[in-house]
């Protein structure tokens, strides 16, 4: 089976991905009940990140092209007996993004995209922006630069930080896509097959499927209106030792909740006690209800 993922597509790669399986399901060229590669060694043999192929088999599970069997893999679906190759459950990728466009309109706002609304973007300053960097820069600007960031980019992360009470050289800061690929590359690091990780219930999905692609095993933490409910950590702490803590303390995902001041120190307390990490997603913390302008 031969996979081919354009990197210059504008075309995401778990999308290539998905289509190109989807058409070996179709064709027969992957056959019923078949076992698909582990997400693991998939990725590697790809050269991509787990979070892709997550993604990929997650699409194909939707659309009923695979099952999966717990502990076991995920397998090919048999074709004639649960689908229909002419239904409309099989959607495109195309026919999926004209669904989600039908439900755009002035009188609807969606909150799938944690999007702000279009009209609020400072679009005169961006602009202003991105011209002083083209005429600072020029070409330059297109090019490529150090791995771990733009360094310029860095020392600047570094002198805001302190506002935040961390102290960090630049040489100390990574600076990545996003969330998404932060908790990806922690992950990458710190587990290993079989080990545990705590995290808020509810909590962020990208990250619980992470965290499984690495063979992690996910505790539940209840999360309250002002913070998880710290009883009930403890009380897990004393019998499961986690390799890492997962929070997002400010405007937790999905619930919005941001913790309290007490249970923030409660927190970091638990985690000295225990010899534990807080691995801390901290993707909104800059936002504000009030006019600071």
Excluded: W
Aim: hydrophobic share 40%; charged share 25%.
């Amino acid at each position: 089976m031969e996979i081919s993922l354009d990197r210059s597509s504008s075309s995401p790669l778990y999308i290539q991905l998905y289509e190109q399986l989807k058409n070996y399901i179709i064709e027969g060229i992957l056959e019923e009940d078949c076992k698909l590669p582990t997400i693991r060694s998939f990725a590697e043999q790809l050269g991509v990140n787990n979070v892709t192929v997550v993604n990929a088999y997650k699409l194909l599970e939707d659309n009923k092209l695979v099952y999966k069997k717990v502990g076991s893999g995920t397998f090919v679906m048999p074709l004639k007996n649960e689908i229909n190759l002419e239904s409309s459950l099989i959607a495109s990728i195309d026919e999926i993004e004209f669904d989600l466009d039908m439900g755009a309109g002035d009188d609807i706002i969606n909150l799938s995209t944690v999007s702000p609304d279009p009209k609020l973007f400072p679009i005169n300053d961006f602009r202003k922006v991105l011209d002083e960097v083209l005429e600072r820069d020029g070409g330059r600007a297109f090019m490529y630069h150090e791995s771990m960031g733009y360094k310029p980019l860095r020392e600047s992360i570094s002198k805001y930080l302190p506002e935040y009470g961390i102290n960090a050289e630049a040489s100390d800061i990574h600076v990545i896509s996003g969330a998404q690929q932060g908790i990806d590359i922690v992950s990458r690091v710190l587990l290993s097959n079989g080990d545990y990780v705590f995290a808020e219930s509810p909590t962020y999905n990208g990250a619980v499927a992470v965290f499984k692609s690495r063979g992690a095993k996910i505790i539940e933490i209840p999360i309250m209106p002002d913070g998880p409910d710290m009883k009930e950590l403890e009380k897990k702490l004393a019998f499961i030792r986690p390799k890492f803590i997962y929070v997002m303390p400010n405007f937790q995902n999905p619930t919005g909740y941001t913790y309290s001041e007490r249970k923030r120190r409660y927190l970091l307390l638990l985690c000295r006690k225990y010899d534990v990490l807080a691995v801390e997603d901290d993707y909104m913390s800059d936002l504000s209800y009030l006019d600071v302008g």
